[in-house]
């Protein structure tokens, strides 16, 4: 099948690609990289090859930097280093996960075995999981347009958290995987997007009622959630076999797991009982140890998505099978036909130890069931895809 990618890439450096029409790239100035865009308005991402123990010399966005016009852009200069040119740019508050091979799987359980590679189209991500209050929005909407058995939805936290004013910012929970669907399709709606989420038989909207085989169109512009491919591809964000959507290659999982990375049991953050704000990894969290306080770090991973590990799991589109994977479906799939288990479930949560929070752990739980500490984001479709 023909795609159409949504970027160009050059790479400089000892392994140089080119591609045009590109940037033209000066080279470095006091260790700033610095280029000057051929085409007017033209959006870069700045990539480079981090050459240090923290990064495990992978592949990382440089501080998931763009530059939408001209200028000079000023972070530590690689060895080598890109300049992606966005040829579609994210919609608001979602990321883009570029087409290409994801790695999946792992050696730590059954279920996640074999490791093997998938191709996935490319797709926007939200880069937090849903907070209430977009859900409540969303939800007020749809009540009124059809909608008719949206629940309410909870904000996420048990204990008082250090700002009650601020629950509307945890991610949504106790709302279950048809819940989430209804709700994906009234966000599209909403906005005027084709919904993804469909009827059997009749392609009429998914709009009420529990209906456990409801068709998705992964062509179609709206918003659903992400498939389990959809889902590992953006948590690893680039790199490969990493335990955690951050550097953790190697050993045990639990030794690349602190309080200042993510949201799980006994991580001794300020919202230990609950849920912490969604996206709240971003450098502003705080820990306390004692009658210690410190800050921790900016968590996006390569994407440039949160809480891809911990805070509230999320919900996936496929039936879980835990033999699932040695069926090897290469491009884009989308799960088995049924399952007596339910839905998949990823990421883990702040009710979760370490194992739960690893890019590759798999689980599922019944498509009806509520959880203070479940959530969901959305996909969106972004590659365009042609006949064969």
């Known amino acids: 099948m023909k795609r159409m990618l949504p970027l ?46 923290d990064y495990h010399a ?15 852009l000023r972070v530590p200069a690689p060895t080598e280093f890109g300049v992606l040119r966005l040829t579609h740019l994210p919609p608001a508050g979602m990321a883009l996960v570029e087409a290409g091979e994801v790695v999946r799987g792992s050696g730590e359980a059954a279920e996640e075995m074999p490791i ?33 058995d949206l629940p309410p939805g909870d904000s996420g936290w048990i204990q008082s958290p250090p700002a009650p004013n601020s629950a509307s910012n945890h ?8 819940d989430a669907l209804k709700w994906c399709n009234a966000r599209s709606e909403a906005e005027g997007l ?13 709009r009420t009622g529990e209906i456990d085989n409801p068709v998705l169109d992964l062509l179609a512009m709206g918003y659903r959630l992400p498939t389990e491919a959809e889902w590992e591809k953006a948590a690893r964000g680039g790199p490969v076999l990493n335990h955690y959507p ?5 050993g045990r999982p639990a030794d690349h797991l602190d309080a200042t990375r993510a949201n799980y049991v006994s991580s001794a953050d300020l919202y230990e009982a609950g849920t912490t704000p969604a996206g709240w990894y971003n450098g502003s969290q705080w820990i306390v140890v004692g009658f210690i306080r410190f800050p921790g770090r900016d968590m996006a991973n390569g994407y440039g998505l949160y809480d891809m590990a911990g805070n509230v799991s999320e919900w996936c589109w496929d039936w879980y099978d835990g ?53 969901f984001r959305c996909v969106r479709r972004a590659s365009v895809i042609s006949g064969p």
Not at 37 to 47: G, H, K, M, Q
Not at 58 to 72: D, S
Not at 346 to 351: H, K, L, P, T, V
Not at 353 to 360: P, Q, S, T, V
């Open 8 to 53: 160009l890439l050059v790479w400089f450096g000892a392994a140089a690609l080119r591609a045009g029409p590109l940037p033209f790239v000066n080279g470095t100035q006091n260790g700033a990289l610095v280029w000057t865009n051929e085409i007017p308005d033209a959006t870069y991402r700045v990539l480079g090859l981090v050459n240090s123990g």
């Open 58 to 72: 992978t592949w990382q966005q440089a501080q998931g930097l763009q530059m939408p016009t001209n200028g000079e």
């Open 116 to 148: 093997h590679t998938n191709f996935i189209d490319s797709f926007y991500v939200d880069r937090i999981e849903v907070p209430f209050a977009l859900w409540d929005r969303v939800r007020r909407w749809g009540l009124t347009n059809g909608y008719t």
């Open 171 to 178: 991610p949504v929970v106790n709302i279950n995987w048809y």
């Open 194 to 206: 084709d919904p993804a989420i469909r009827m059997p038989f009749t392609a009429d909207v998914f």
């Open 246 to 250: 951050w550097p953790s290659l190697g």
């Open 323 to 375: 033999a699932y994977y040695d069926n090897r479906v290469y491009e884009n799939p989308t799960g088995p036909d049924s399952s007596i288990f339910g839905r998949v479930v990823r990421g883990g949560d702040w009710y979760s130890d370490a194992n739960w929070l690893r890019c590759a752990a798999r689980a599922y739980d019944g498509a009806y069931e509520l959880r203070n500490y479940r959530g």
